[in-house]
């Protein structure tokens, strides 16, 4: 079988605390994205949910940023209604786009009103498709996807042994945490991102790191390995996660 087509060694960092981690992943960010609008007058950003990431959005409200130029994407979403406290878009929503007021069109939430989340998922992909107008059989490229990582190695909401792994050729899959469903990008639309941030803190993040970087195991258990874009990668930790990569 052909080699897999090369992919981007990936850019470690290691910060002194999450403040820096924050600090570096707003510079990073805020860099790209000037980037993106310089080279094609637009950027398109997922954002990652979870806890780690809400004071760099916080951060980037206060920042002087394009916003009529930003298209805002979610990585992935809890099947839950939008004002819902376990909602990723109520997270951002509270963090950035209130305190920023981020213009509404610019914003492209993951619908969970639809009673089938699969349904939920095709609609999320054809927002994609409306908005990133990818060639025909062609994926949708994002600018920069943001992403944590849980103690078990999943991202987004890809979670290990989950049939959301198997992407085949969808963009938006429906992925399970607990027996919850979520909406989840597949790791391919992922992959076709120009660069792809991993913002990751916390001790107990190390094994799975350890299993995500090692030269052998399993994707299916630590789906982070799944992450490999042909873009640039970044994996931004705080001393706590990064402990064995400094
Ligand atoms: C979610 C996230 C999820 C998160 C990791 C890390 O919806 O929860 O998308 O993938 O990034 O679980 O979460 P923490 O940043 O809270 O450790």
Redesign the pocket.
Known sequence: MQDPTPVARPIIEVLTDRAALVARAQSLIMTKIAEAVGDRGSCSLAL?????PKPLYEALAQADLPLDKLHLFW??E?YVAADHPDS?FCMVKLAWLDPAGVPPEQVHPMATTADDPEAAALAYEAELRRVLQPAAGALPRLDIVL????DDG????LFPHTAALQAGDRWVAVGEKSGQPRLTLTAPVINQARTVIFLVA?ANKQAALAQVFADQADAQAYPSRLIRPQGQLYWLFDTDAGKNFQ
Do not use: V
């Open positions: 990652a949910g979870g806890s780690t990585g992935d809890r990723n992403l944590g990582m849980g999943h991202t987004a909401s916390g």
